[in-house]
């Protein structure tokens, strides 16, 4: 496995929009590798399993969409 963020770091700056989809289960936990920022992104998206304290905080950094289960 080839631990290199340069190209997917590559893209956020090429990207005219920078969306992050992001499952609730990783809200708050570290991650391995960061390739932005939150600030960066123009909208984060998360289910429904996701604690409003984490929303609030989210949402002082980027617009925050949580995808409930069935919207199409």
């Known amino acids: 496995m080839v631990n290199n963020t ?14 992050l989809v992001m499952d609730s289960s990783k809200l708050g936990v570290e991650a391995l590798y960061r390739f932005c920022e939150l600030g ?18 989210l949402r002082k950094h980027a617009k925050i969409m949580v995808a409930r289960a069935g919207d199409s």
């Open 6 to 19: 340069d190209a997917p770091q590559g893209l956020v700056r090429a990207g005219r929009q920078r969306i």
């Open 40 to 57: 960066q992104c123009d909208l984060m998206i998360t289910d429904e399993g996701a604690k409003e304290a984490d929303l609030e905080q």
